[in-house]
C-alpha cells in the first residue's frame, strides 16, 4: 500500500465531488444522452456481463471522447454544458474538505485520491511540457453527470473529456467492478493506476497525439489502440517516479517508492480490462479486429516500458512500428 509522507499538504483545488446526479440539478443539464454501442449478448444485471459491461463503457468512453466524431453521435455536442467550475462551485459536496495532509491521505481513500492528484501533477509539470496546465478538475460523482462531452451515468467508469479536460468518475466502479465483481486486485493502487491513466489521456491532449486519432478505426495497431498504449505507458511513467514528487512547499508527498506489490496491482488491473481478456470472457473468443484499448500482454508490455524506460520518447506509440 502506497504511504503518503504525513507532514505534505494536500491541494484539493482541482479536486471536487459534485455527488449524486451531479450535474442534473444545476439547469440546462440536460444534454444528449450518451449512446453507446454495446456489443449484442451481454446482460445489464449484475453478474460478469454486467462487470464487463462496466468496464467495455469505461473502455469505449475513453475512447469516444478523443474527439474522433462522435460514435453515436451524442458526444461532442454538448452545447451549453456547465463548465466545470461551474459545475464544482455550484454542486460542491465538501467530500474532500478535511482532505489537509499526508497522514489524511494515509487514513483515507478519497483523500489518498487528492495525494495522487497533486503527485500526477507535480510529475507533469516538471517534464516542462510545451502548452502544459494540469486537468482542469478531478470530479467524483455517482447516478450521473453532465460533462462537456454529453451525460454520463455511474455504469459509466473512469474517462477523461478533452472538451473541458476534466477527469470524470464514480469511485463505486473499484468496489463494484474491480474488485467485488471481477475479483480483481483490492483497491488502493489499482485506483491510482486508473487515475493515472486518465490523467494519461490529459497529456496526450496537450502533447497532440490525441488529435492524430481521428476514425473510429479498431485492431491491435489503430491509431485508438495506440492513445490507450500510450496513456498505460505515461502511468508507468508516473508510477516510477511518484516518490519524487512534492507539494507546493518541496515536501514529498509520498513516503517511500511504490511498492512492488502495489506495481503488481497495477500491472494485474492493466491485463484485466485488456481486449483479449474482456472478449474470452463475454464472447468465449478473441477478435482482433474489433480491438479499442489492445490486449492485456500490449497494455503490460506499455506500462511497463513506461516504469523502467521513463521518458515520453519511450511512449511514443504513435512511431513504433507496432506496438
Ligand atoms: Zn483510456
Redesign the pocket.
Known amino acids: 500500500m502506497v504511504r503518503f509522507n504525513p507532514k505534505a499538504r494536500l491541494d484539493r483545488s482541482r479536486v471536487r465531488d459534485v455527488g449524486r446526479g451531479g450535474g442534473g440539478g444545476a439547469g440546462g443539464a440536460g444534454g444528449p444522452g450518451m449512446r453507446i454501442p454495446i456489443p449484442g449478448g451481454i446482460g445489464t444485471k449484475g453478474g460478469i456481463g454486467g462487470v464487463i459491461l462496466a468496464v467495455l463503457v469505461y473502455v469505449l468512453v475513453?475512447c469516444l471522447n478523443n474527439g474522433g466524431g462522435g460514435l453515436g453521435g451524442g458526444l461532442g455536442a454538448a452545447g451549453g454544458a456547465l463548465s466545470p467550475s461551474r459545475l464544482g462551485d455550484a454542486q460542491d459536496t465538501g467530500r474532500y474538505d478535511s482532505c489537509e495532509t499526508g497522514e489524511d491521505a494515509n487514513n483515507s481513500q478519497d483523500c489518498a485520491r487528492v495525494a495522487i492528484e497533486n503527485s500526477l501533477t507535480d510529475f507533469w509539470e516538471s517534464r516542462n511540457l510545451a502548452d502544459w496546465r494540469p486537468e482542469q478538475a478531478l470530479i467524483t460523482f455517482s447516478g450521473s453527470v453532465a460533462t462537456q462531452c454529453g451525460n454520463a451515468t455511474s455504469a459509466v467508469g473512469p474517462f477523461y473529456c478533452p472538451a473541458d479536460e476534466t477527469i470524470y468518475y464514480d469511485t463505486t466502479f473499484y468496489d463494484q467492478v474491480l474488485e467485488d465483481q471481477l475479483g480483481g486486485p483490492d483497491g488502493g493502487f489499482v485506483e491510482f493506476y486508473v487515475l493515472a491513466?486518465?490523467y494519461g489521456?490529459h497529456i496526450s491532449n496537450i502533447i497532440g497525439t490525441m488529435s492524430k486519432v481521428r476514425s473510429q478505426e479498431t485492431g491491435p495497431q489503430s491509431p485508438g489502440v495506440r492513445l490507450?498504449l500510450q496513456?498505460d505507458c505515461f502511468a508507468g511513467m508516473w508510477t516510477r517516479h511518484a516518490d519524487g514528487t512534492s507539494d507546493e512547499s518541496g515536501e514529498p508527498l509520498l513516503a517511500e517508492p511504490v511498492p512492488e506489490s502495489d506495481i503488481a496491482l497495477a500491472i494485474d488491473a492493466a491485463e484485466a480490462v485488456g481486449d483479449d481478456r474482456i472478449q474470452q470472457k463475454t464472447q468465449g473468443h478473441v477478435n482482433e479486429e474489433s480491438w479499442t484499448?489492445g490486449s492485456a500482454e500490449q497494455r503490460r508490455t506499455w506500462f511497463m516500458r513506461g516504469y523502467e524506460e521513463g521518458t515520453l520518447e519511450a511512449c511514443d506509440t504513435f512511431s513504433a512500428d507496432r506496438v
Open positions: 475513453s491513466h486518465e489521456h490507450e496513456a484499448h
